[in-house]
C-alpha cells in the first residue's frame, strides 16, 4: 500500500482489521495509581480488568509524545491519522505536532481529532479505507472524512461507575446512588467531541432496547453505513446488540471488536461502545 492509517490505542480494532487495513498504533500510557502501563500489544486485557477492579487509588491515561507518531509518519508517504476526541486527551495535539516535525520530508499526514474515541476512531478509519478504495483522493478525501466525522454517532452504555469515581469525572455521592439503583448510564459524543448523558437504563436486559431506541432517536438514516460496537470483556451483549440492530435497522455491515486498553479503562468491564 502507497498509505498508512495511524491510530492511538484507544481506537479498539481486532489484529485481522490491523492488517486488512494497514492500521499502525501509538500506545497511550495507563495509569492505575502510581503504575504505569503501556497500552500496547503486549497488554493482556484481561488482567488489566483485574488490576482495575482491585486499585483504590485514581486511574487515568496520559497521550502518546509527538516523536511517537514521527517516527510512524516516516515510514510511508502518506499517513492518515485518527485521534481520540481532542476534548478528551491531547492524543490529537500530539499527533499534530509529530507531523510538524518532519520539517522537509516528502511524506504527507493529515490528522482527523475523531471528535469520538473506542469504536467512533475504528469506523473512521475503514471510512479512509473505502475512499481510498472507490478512488477519492487529496482534498476531496479530507473534506468527505471530515463531513463523516461530522454526522457520524457514538453512544456507550457503563455497566458500573467505579473508574469514573476514581478518576474524578463523577462523584463519589452520585456514583454509590447509581450502583445501588441498578443505573446504566447512556452517554455519548454531542457532536463537538464532549461526552454527555443521553439517558439512563436499569439492569443489563435493558441496555440493548435503549441503544436501539437512541439510534431511533437519533433521526440518522442507517441504510448501507456501517456500524462498530466496541464490548469490554461482554461479547454476549454486543451479539444481541447487534442481532436487534440488524432486525430494526439497514446497516449493510456491523462489526464487533473487544477493547483494548483505554477503552476497557473508561467505559470498565461489561462496558459496550456503539458507533455508526
Known sequence: MTYQ???????????????????????????????????DETLKIPNFIEEMKACTQKVGSAAPSPSLYHELYEQSPQTFV???????????????????????????????DSKSASAGELLIAFQIRDLI???????????????????????FVLDNVDNLMKNGRLSKVKGKIISILNIKPLLGSDGDGNITQYSTCKGQTKIVKKMAET?????????G???VISHCNNEPLALRLQ???????QFK????????????????????????
Do not use: W
Open 253 to 276: 455491515d456491523i462489526v464487533i471488536v473487544p477493547t483494548g486498553g483505554v477503552s476497557s479503562l473508561y467505559a470498565n468491564d461489561k462496558g459496550v461502545i456503539l458507533a455508526y
Open 225 to 227: 453505513l456501517r456500524a
Open 82 to 112: 485518527v485521534t481520540l476526541s481532542s476534548k478528551l486527551s491531547s492524543s490529537y495535539s500530539s499527533a499534530t505536532l509529530g507531523a510538524d516535525m518532519l520539517e522537509q520530508s516528502e511524506s504527507k499526514v493529515h490528522v482527523f
Open 243 to 249: 442481532q436487534q440492530l440488524v432486525e430494526q435497522f
Open 215 to 223: 439510534v431511533t432517536d437519533s433521526g440518522k438514516n442507517t441504510e
Open 5 to 39: 492509517i495511524v491510530v492511538d490505542s484507544c481506537c479498539d480494532l481486532t489484529n485481522d482489521i490491523k492488517q486488512a487495513l494497514n492500521i499502525k498504533v501509538v500506545p497511550l500510557n495507563l495509569y492505575l495509581g502510581d503504575k504505569e502501563i503501556i497500552d
Open 133 to 155: 478504495e472507490s478512488g477519492i483522493q487529496g482534498a476531496e478525501l479530507i473534506s468527505q472524512v471530515e463531513q463523516f466525522i461530522d454526522e457520524m454517532k457514538t453512544y
